[in-house]
């Protein structure tokens, strides 16, 4: 993750602006593999993403691997 001129940050060529539910275009209009994440909206369109999204994705990354859970039996 780093820092963009025009939005507010990258991953790799990817670039990334968030706002609220009525944050529009106009600020990533110009640039390619740009989208909004947007707060307030339960479904993606085009290149627009719920901000909802980006934390099922990090929940997802912390997830132990199968044999890591530990049975307790009582």
Same mark, same amino acid.
């Given at each position: 993750?780093?820092?963009?001129?025009?939005? #507010?940050?990258? @991953?790799?060529?990817?670039?990334? /602006?968030? !706002?609220? +539910?009525?944050?529009?275009?106009?600020?990533?209009?110009?640039?390619? #593999?740009?989208? @909004?994440?947007?707060?307030?909206? /339960?479904? !993606?369109? +085009?290149?627009?993403?719920?901000?909802?999204?980006?934390?099922?994705?990090?929940?997802?990354?912390?997830?132990?691997?199968?044999?890591?859970?530990?049975?307790?039996?009582?």
């Amino acid at each position: 993750v780093i820092s963009s001129a025009v939005a #507010d940050f990258k @991953i790799d060529q990817y670039t990334f /602006e968030v !706002g609220g +539910k009525s944050k529009s275009q106009d600020q990533i209009k110009n640039t390619r #593999d740009a989208f @909004i994440a947007k707060d307030d909206i /339960e479904y !993606g369109y +085009k290149n627009v993403i719920p901000l909802w999204a980006f934390g099922l994705t990090y929940w997802n990354l912390k997830l132990p691997a199968k044999n890591q859970y530990k049975v307790i039996k009582c």
